[in-house]
C-alpha cells in the first residue's frame, strides 16, 4: 500500500499504472509414482524487476503441511504482498515436498522455475508445468493499467445480530471489464475458505482473509462475493458488490448477505517499477551525505550523471 496515503491530485512521479501479473489459482491435474492424497509443504514465490525478492504466493511448513486430495487438488494461495509487475522477466518458483513418516523418508514433488516475458500481454490464460512426478496448472492474467487492491477489512455490520457464517464463510474476487455483462463469469481469485482449515475465519465479526492482495485494472470493476456455507457444507445465502477502482486512498462498500450486512474495505494503490524508487522514499540522515540517485531514477528526472 505504498502510494495509498497520497494526495489526489498530488501523485508522486515515481507512482505508476502498470501491468501485473494475478495469479488466480495452481492446481494439481495429474500425480505420477504418488497417490491421493498428498500431505504437501514447501513455498511457491514469484520475483519480478522491480526487486528481484521472493514475493510468497505459498508458504507451508512441514508442521503446517497442506493436504491435497483429488477432490481439492487445489494450492491454498495466501499472497502475494505486493501485486506482481510483468512489465518484465517474472520468475515463478515452485518447491514443494510430500511429508511423510519421517522427515528423512519425505520426498521431493516439484522443485522447478517458470519464465513469462512480460511483453507477452494477454488475456487471462493457464500454463501446464510438468516434471517425473506429477503436473500443475497455473492460472493468470496479464491486467494492464492496473492499480493493487488490499482488500484488509471484511466485517459484518451489526455484530448483535446472528452470524450468517454459523457454519463457514467463502470469499473471492474477481477483476472485471469496465464495459462486459456483470452476469459473465470471470475467474476468481480465493481470498478466504473456512473449508479449507483457516484458524478463526470469523473472529469478533471480522473475516479472516488468507489472501488480501489482487490487481485489477483502473478502468475496470472489482467484484467482491461473499458465501455462507450452510450445516450441510453447501452454500447458502450470498451476496456481491462491484467495485469502482481508485488510484489511492481507500474505500468501504457493503455487500448484502441474507439479512446482513457486511462491509467491505479495500485500499488502492498505484505501482512501483524499481526497488530504487522505493528506497529513495526512505528516511535519509541529516548528518550524512545524500546517497547517489540510481542512473533510471536520473534519467526520469532528466539529470544527466
Given amino acids: ?21 494475478q495469479v488466480y489459482s495452481i492446481k494439481f491435474t495429474e500425480l505420477k509414482g504418488f497417490k491421493w492424497p498428498l ?11 522491480v526487486d528481484m525478492q521472493r514475493n510468497p504466493l505459498f508458504v507451508r511448513s512441514r508442521g503446517d503441511c497442506q493436504i ?6 487445489f494450492l491454498h494461495l495466501t499472497g502475494p504482498c505486493r501485486a506482481i509487475m510483468s512489465e518484465g522477466r517474472i520468475d515463478i ?25 512480460g511483453d507477452n ?4 490464460r493457464s500454463c501446464l508445468i510438468d516434471n517425473h512426478f506429477c503436473t500443475m496448472e497455473l492460472s493468470y492474467e496479464h491486467l494492464e493499467k492496473s492499480v493493487q487492491a488490499t482488500i484488509f477489512g471484511v466485517q459484518v455490520v451489526d455484530r448483535e445480530a446472528p452470524s450468517p457464517f454459523e457454519y463457514g464463510v ?16 470471470y475467474e476468481e481469485a480465493v481470498l ?44 447458502g445465502v450470498h451476496g456481491h458488490v462491484f467495485i469502482v477502482p481508485q488510484a489511492c486512498n481507500t474505500s ?13 474495505t479495500v485500499a488502492w494503490s498505484l505501482l512501483v517499477e524499481d526497488e530504487y524508487l522505493i528506497k529513495i522514499n526512505g528516511s535519509v540522515d541529516p548528518s550524512e551525505d545524500l546517497p547517489p540517485l540510481h542512473p533510471t531514477l536520473l534519467e526520469k528526472m532528466g539529470i544527466a550523471e
Fill in 1 to 21: 500500500m505504498l502510494f495509498t496515503h497520497v494526495t489526489s491530485g498530488c501523485i508522486p512521479i515515481d507512482a505508476v499504472l502498470g501491468t501485473t501479473f
Fill in 192 to 235: 478466504l475458505d473456512s473449508k479449507h482449515g483457516t484458524k478463526h475465519a470469523v473472529k469478533r465479526g471480522y473475516l479472516n482473509l488468507s489472501r488480501q492482495v489482487v490487481s485489477v485494472k483502473l478502468r475496470g470493476r472489482l467484484k467482491v462475493c461473499i458465501q455462507a456455507y450452510t450445516r450441510s457444507g453447501e452454500i
Fill in 121 to 124: 500481454v494477454h488475456d487471462f
Fill in 93 to 117: 518458483e515452485i518447491q514443494l515436498r510430500v511429508k511423510r513418516g519421517t522427515m528423512s523418508q519425505d520426498r521431493a514433488l516439484i522443485s522447478q522455475v517458470c519464465t513469462f516475458n
Fill in 252 to 264: 468501504q462498500h457493503i455487500c448484502a448477505v441474507g439479512g446482513s450486512e457486511v462491509e467491505v
Fill in 68 to 73: 491435497i486430495t483429488r477432490k481439492d487438488p
Fill in 39 to 49: 500431505k504437501v509443504y514447501g513455498v511457491v514465490t514469484a520475483r519480478d524487476e
Fill in 170 to 185: 467463502r470469499v473471492v474476487c474477481s477483476s472485471l471489464p469496465n464495459n462486459g455483462p456483470q452476469d459473465d463469469v
